[in-house]
């Protein structure tokens, strides 16, 4: 069977986009496939009200393209979901990606062909495609978890999951709303819900940590300011763990005194962001340590939340940090509403959605409007909905029945040929996801441009390789704390997911590391045929 692409890209969020972009500008035939009618991936479905990143859009942004760079104007420090969404759609118009994205089309298996050394894609429209290289860009935070909570189809209003939002928007006025959920989507979306709504009903099973965005416009001096000295940014970004420009303090959080403690967290709390979980290098390592920057928020919350009770309730209680820190406009004040109450669900569940709202502990909750903020199949959701085939028939889902096994989270042994970007097993979700996104596009760019110099038509990672790197990961999990508690980093979220913290969380700088020493090695770990 004759090919016809040389790669074919499942996704065309911000790592579809510039794969395409890369493989085109190498002179590969490529061809994307998209599920949703345009661009942008999570920044297409993720349409709820407050919906913004929670990395500073200066940040938050490619680096790929010098031009790009400098001629987009970001216009807060946060950006909107809208904004993000106009900025994916820039950069398709810009880098004419379209011709080459097949839009309302579900990539539903892919079977390699080891005669034809090849991928056999086929979508949910019919179509059957060959392509020497698959590349999944399907995300990380992307197949939406909709809890089994018996009664769900009964519920008579209308049902929104923050993950695949209507795109006309909602309009709560004048309606009472039930938000399940406290992560970072229910966060951002809560406060603006409770604005519109005539009453809100929050159900909280884990309190979450939130630290305030600071949100404001840019102001263009200050855009200007970061435009001159952009690379140096860029540079500097990537020496840094998480892949985000910010000051890290090196102190260790219990060796300093308790008042020049409170100065760090003050100073970082007034000043906004993710940035806080850099107050200290010990945070994520030590648990003592870790207490003192949970004590601080949870004091915050105490001053803000004006009922005592609601402010216990929404004290989090668990390790600062372990579950994604959340970043807020507006969140704790949101409980001093007299139109808002919330409800602990930690230990008894939902028992039931009922026509109207809800039962919890044989109690009934009225509402008009159900929201479910209840997150995603992180990681590994996206592509084992796929039917993906590797030698010999082996299905994807059965080679990660006890967790995913990847070598360097970029591809895996019986599945030759296979590319994922931000796959687990590489640092993606704890990291600015633009970068890790870029190194891994540019990685595998480079690499389908080296087996093509070198006349080779198949590559793929060793056993020895995939085991040695699955040590790896597992050994850097097990040196912090954020693989102790229940978190959708581990799975915990989604009921019968094995337990495995998913992405690497050795650090950005290590990671590259890491992926140029294979590189300068030929390949190392890798059999080339
Ligand atoms: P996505 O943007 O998820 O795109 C994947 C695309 O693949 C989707 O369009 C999907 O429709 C498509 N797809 C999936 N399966 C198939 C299939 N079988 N066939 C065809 N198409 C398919 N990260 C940060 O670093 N900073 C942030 O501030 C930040 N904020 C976030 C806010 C929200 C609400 C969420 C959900 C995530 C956020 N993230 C953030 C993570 C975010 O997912 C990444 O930053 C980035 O947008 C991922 O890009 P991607 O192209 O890898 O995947
Ligand atoms: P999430 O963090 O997984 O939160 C889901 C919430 O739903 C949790 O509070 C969870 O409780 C709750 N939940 C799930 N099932 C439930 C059930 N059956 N009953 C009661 N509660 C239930 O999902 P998310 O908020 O969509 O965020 C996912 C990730 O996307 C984030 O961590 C972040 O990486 C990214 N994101 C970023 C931003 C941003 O600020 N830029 C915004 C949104 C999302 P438990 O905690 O008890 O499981």
């Known amino acids: 069977m004759s090919l016809d692409f040389d790669a074919v890209i499942v996704g065309a969020g911000f790592g579809g986009l510039y794969m395409l972009q890369r493989l085109r500008g190498a002179g590969f035939k490529a061809r994307v496939f998209e599920a949703g009618k345009g661009v942008g991936g999570t920044w297409y479905w993720n349409r709820y009200p407050g919906a913004r990143c929670d990395v500073e859009s200066v940040q938050y942004s490619y680096q790929f393209s010098p031009e790009l760079q400098q001629e987009w104007e970001w216009t807060e420090r946060y950006a909107t979901q809208p904004e993000l969404l106009r900025y994916a759609n820039h950069v398709a118009d810009r880098f004419d990606l379209r011709r080459d994205i097949v839009f309302e089309t579900r990539v539903t298996e892919a079977a390699f062909d080891e005669a034809a050394s090849a991928w056999q894609v086929a979508t949910d429209k ?9 590349i999944t860009a399907m995300g990380c935070l992307s197949s939406p978890n909709t809890p089994k909570i018996p009664g769900l189809v ?16 909602v309009d709560f006025t004048g309606k009472t709303v039930g938000v399940i959920g406290t992560g970072s989507s229910a966060i951002q979306s809560i406060p603006i819900i409770a604005r519109q709504a005539t009453h809100l009903t929050v159900f909280q099973r884990t309190a979450n940590y939130t630290v305030p965005a600071h949100n404001r416009p840019l102001d ?4 200007h300011e970061v435009k001159a000295h952009y690379p140096e940014m860029r540079k500097r970004a990537k020496t840094m763990i998480s892949g985000i420009d910010f000051k890290v303090n090196i102190a260790s959080a219990i060796e300093t005194p308790e008042a020049e403690r409170r100065r760090q967290y003050q100073e970082r709390w007034d000043y906004g962001g993710l940035g806080f979980m850099a107050s200290f290098s010990d945070l994520m390592l030590n648990d ?11 004091g915050k919350i105490r001053e803000v939340v004006k009922d005592p009770e609601t402010a216990e309730r929404l004290a989090p209680k668990n390790i600062i940090g372990c579950k994604r820190l959340c970043v807020d406009t507006g969140y704790w004040e949101t409980f001093n509403r007299p139109n808002v109450t919330l409800v602990d669900v930690s230990d008894q569940p939902i028992e039931r959605i009922t026509a109207n709202g809800l039962r919890v502990r044989g109690r009934d909750y009225i ?3 159900l929201v479910l903020a209840t997150g995603f199949d992180a990681m590994t959701g996206a592509l084992l909905n796929v039917d993906v085939r590797g030698r010999g028939g082996q299905s994807l889902r059965d080679k990660w029945r006890d967790g995913p096994k990847t070598y360097l989270g970029l591809t895996m042994t019986g599945f030759p040929n296979l590319f994922t970007i931000t796959g687990p097993g590489s640092p993606s979700v704890l990291t600015n996801m633009l970068p890790s996104i870029e190194q891994h596009v540019e990685w595998i760019g480079d690499c389908l441009e080296y087996l093509r110099s070198r006349g080779a038509t198949v590559i793929e990672a060793s056993p020895a390789a995939e085991e040695a790197w699955g040590g790896e990961v597992g050994e850097a999990a097990g040196a912090t704390l954020r693989s102790t508690c229940n978190s959708w980093y581990v799975g915990a979220n989604i009921p019968g997911k094995p337990r495995v913290f998913m992405p690497y969380i050795g650090g950005f700088p290590a990671y590259i590391e890491r992926c140029e020493a294979v590189v300068k090695a030929g390949y190392a770990g890798f059999a080339l045929t």
């Open 126 to 134: 019919g179509e059957k495609v060959m392509t020497r290289f698959l």
């Open 154 to 169: 009964d519920f008579k209003g209308p049902t929104y999951h923050t993950g695949n939002w209507p795109h006309e928007g």
């Open 220 to 223: 263009p001096a200050y855009l």
């Open 288 to 298: 003592r340590s870790n207490r003192t920057a949970a004590d601080f928020v949870r």
């Open 367 to 369: 509402f008009d409007c």
